[in-house]
């Protein structure tokens, strides 16, 4: 399926550190990845929105949208990151949400605006991670692993 190998694009051009900047280096963004990702989609997403009735259009879009996020999510999920990785991601999220904007699907960018509340993580002082999930509304709904895996890669 198309969101297997998104996640397999993901993970061959993700350096394992990739969020973990060191030193005085500066987080440059969007990473590679995120370009060649949305570079990779944009002409399928353009076909399927020129091609299909209203109906099957937004089906497609819908379910593809939707599969997108689950590995985007997993995607950031796994990765460790620091205070600057953290700049570095919403770089990336600023280029999927552009993408994922040309879906004109309120439920698709309503899940993307969940992965942008559990990325927000890796951007928090320890001390306010805690206050932060308990008041994040777009966090109600998602489960307890995965913030837990968001909460433990923070560095």
Known sequence: S?????????VASRDKNEYYIKGSATAQGPTPGSRKLVNFLTPYINQIKSSYSENI???ILSRLGSGLLTVLIDHFGDAKVNAKGAVLIQSDLDEYEKMFDEFDD?????EFETLRALTH???LENKEVDNYLKTELKLKNVDQNTIERYKYNRS
């Open 106 to 110: 309120q439920n698709v960018m309503d």
């Open 57 to 59: 259009k937004r089906r």
């Open 121 to 123: 993580i890796y951007a």
């Open 2 to 10: 198309l969101t297997i190998f998104v996640n397999k694009l993901l």
